[in-house]
């Protein structure tokens, strides 16, 4: 069957499902296969269940009309994606970066929905299915779309711009994310250059941070509106940041305010960015501030919380070497007359895990930190380091906080998802 005839099937129904679990009446079901998984089992209990035709790569046990064979259920998927995308042709912004995507598309969003019609990545649907998806939210009335990318490995992002033919682009930063998969910096390096090399191919323009030489130097000639703390189309500086950021920007001789709901130096650049592309994408600066102050952080991404006995910075949902120093080095300078701090494994760093970890304690032990509570496998290999407490795991942590309460103390909770260092909060 062609894509023209799916996506014809797909435009009567209520939208692509992959997950029986869910709700799938009137969807048109993808079987989607993983590693553990094989979605082919469950097309019979997706039109059981009400989907109106069930998209499978594998024969399926009954004749039914309701089953469309493809040679791959995820790459038909992708095409179907691509298909909507050209037929609409609505203005894509790429987003990717190696810290502050998410938070940044969430700023972007939140920005241009004040004056346009536009959709955004919903949490962090970025990879080869997320972004498929998100573009298959795209409406006509769309004015533009906001779409993350994220990647640990060479090629992903090539793949998603392939997709998604991006008209704008951001890269928020490159930095020690996912090394295990890119193998090293410049593997990182060349996969998020990806994005600026479909930019490049296809004339599109993009938001540049231009005190990030990096990135000015990979953006080379495309065409670019920036962003920075100088010599840029959008100036700004912090004025305080004990808790929130309260910034100060500049764009044509006119300067504005920002008091944000938003903990950390460290998005700084993230409301610059958002800035930019208000600006660029023609949103006046009343609406701009608006949106930026109304914006709260959530999932696990700098939240302050403040329980009955502690007020807990938590950005426990994902850690690499360079938001861990941006964490560490905000946390510091927030000067909290008690300060504790809980950082877990960062992961996917393959060869240079062990040495990233010890760069962490030789940071703390340099800033004089005394109550630091390191949890996980590689934090543990330093557990002879008697300045700090070391726990080889989440749960161990848990029960000891459990006996030996923390009170009326600021406590930064920092590392990777998969630390669940979220489950910690009962105890504090």
């Not at 799938?24 to 059981?48: C, H, P, T």
């Not at 910034?247 to 008091?259: D, F, P, R, S, T």
């Not at 300045?387 to 906080?401: A, G, I, P, R, V």
Request: glycine share 8%; hydrophobic share 40%; with cysteine.
């Amino acid at each position: 069957m062609l894509i023209k005839e799916i996506y014809n099937i797909w435009e009567n129904s209520t939208g692509v499902s992959t997950d029986t679990r869910a709700d799938v009446e009137g969807s048109l079901f993808f079987a989607l296969s993983g590693e553990n998984f094989d979605g082919n089992k469950f097309a019979e209990k997706a039109i059981r269940d009400g989907a109106i035709a069930a998209v499978i790569d594998k024969k399926p046990f009954k004749r039914s009309n309701k089953y469309i064979f493809v040679d791959d259920c995820l790459h038909t998927l992708q095409e179907l994606a691509r298909y909507h995308r050209e037929k609409l042709g609505t203005p894509i912004l790429a987003i990717t970066g190696s810290n502050g995507k998410t938070t940044s598309k969430e700023l972007i969003s939140a920005v241009l929905s004040t004056e346009k019609n536009a959709t955004s990545t919903k949490g962090n649907l970025n990879n080869h299915i997320g972004v498929p998806l998100s573009l298959l939210q795209i409406k006509e009335e769309t004015e533009i779309a906001i779409i993350e990318m994220g990647a640990n490995h060479p090629g992903e992002i090539k793949s998603l711009c392939d997709i998604a033919t991006p008209n704008f682009g951001i890269i928020t930063n490159i930095g020690k994310a996912h090394l295990e998969g890119f193998g090293s910096f410049e593997g990182i390096v060349n996969a998020k250059n990806e994005l600026y090399d479909s930019l490049k191919s296809s004339k599109g323009k993009i938001i540049l941070n231009a005190d990030d030489k990096l990135l000015v130097s990979l953006a080379g000639d495309i065409k670019a509106f920036t962003y920075g703390t100088k010599n840029s189309d959008i100036t700004g500086k912090i004025l305080s940041h004990k808790p929130y950021l309260n910034i100060e920007w500049a764009y044509k001789g006119h300067i504005y305010l920002i008091n944000s709901q938003l903990y950390g130096q460290y998005n700084f650049t993230n409301i610059m960015a958002s800035i930019a592309c208000g600006i660029f994408f023609g949103i006046s600066p009343k609406s701009i501030c608006k949106a930026i102050e109304g914006y709260k952080a959530g999932n696990k991404r700098s939240q302050i919380i403040k329980t009955k006995e502690n007020t807990i910075i938590l950005d426990a949902y994902n850690a690499n070497p360079v938001s861990m120093l941006n964490a560490i080095n905000s946390f510091k300078s927030f000067d909290a007359e008690k300060p504790v701090l809980i950082l877990g494994d960062m992961f996917e760093l393959g060869s240079e895990a062990e040495k990233e970890h010890r760069s962490i304690i030789g940071l703390l032990r340099k800033a004089n930190f005394r109550d630091v509570y390191l949890v996980g496998s590689e934090f543990y290999k330093y557990s002879g380091n008697n300045m700090f407490d070391f726990f080889e795991s989440t749960s161990e942590l848990k029960s000891f906080l459990a006996n030996n309460k923390i009170k009326a103390k600021t406590i930064l909770i920092k590392g990777s998802r998969g630390m669940r260092l979220e489950d910690l909060l009962e105890t504090l």
